[in-house]
């Protein structure tokens, strides 16, 4: 699986490296692409997907580097089943997640102030927005995780959050690629084994295509990470690995 995730990174590093223009805003813009960002949050909340993303791209185009403004932009797709889209802009989050990584080689105290930033205002919208839905609220919850983790990252290679990793893979299953999915769910588990959800959807996959050991062992560990795996999904599989 080590294999999976430096194939993962190799191509991310290929396709989304940080173009010259990718430089830390000014701290004018950078207030102005929270505020847009803080905004887009409160439409995603009231279940105004257009108008969120049209808050979370003005907040990119104030600020390229904002990663919750590319996370929340593509779950403003998700909800529009906008597979595509979403998939587009949890890939420009971790391209502005690995820019970050690479200017913070260099610029140290201008990265980790936006970083602790970008954490303040998660934890505003996390605090305020309290009739958020469960799937959201984790979400949020779980990409605040990464930033945090991402604090003790500096001299250390590169890694893509775990989540937005989830999240790809999410995007690309419902848009029909399972095999895409499958790669970004894999390297998510790698990352963090302790990610429930990416071994229940591994498992989903691995039952689709008659990998049921496979798909038993992904319930296993999806469960020991505390993840509540469908009991008629757990049910399917049994029956199914019976009339092997």
Known sequence: MARTLMVVIALLGALAAPS??????????????????????????????????????????????LTVAHYGLGQAYMNLQRFGDAATAYAGCIEATRALHTLQQTNQFDVEKRRDAEIRALR?????????????????????????NQRTSVGGPF??????????????????????????????TELNPRLGEAHNNLAVIYMQSDRLDAAQEEIKLAEKAGFRVNPQ???????KRAGR
């Not at 890694?159 to 999915?181: T, Y």
């Open 20 to 65: 010259e223009t990718q430089k830390i805003a000014d701290e004018q813009g950078r207030r102005e692409a929270l505020e847009l960002y803080r905004t887009g949050q409160k439409f995603l909340v009231a279940e105004q997907f257009d108008k969120a993303v049209d808050a979370f791209s003005k907040a990119i185009a104030k600020d390229g580097l």
């Open 124 to 148: 505003t919208t996390l605090n305020d927005l309290r009739g958020m839905r469960e799937p959201t609220r984790l979400q949020l919850e779980q990409h605040l995780h990464d930033l945090e």
């Open 159 to 188: 890694r893509p959050p775990a989540e937005v990793l989830l999240a790809l893979g999410s995007a690309h299953f419902k848009d029909g690629s399972r095999d895409a999915a499958e790669t970004e769910w894999k390297a998510a």
């Open 233 to 239: 999904f757990k049910e399917d599989l049994r029956k």
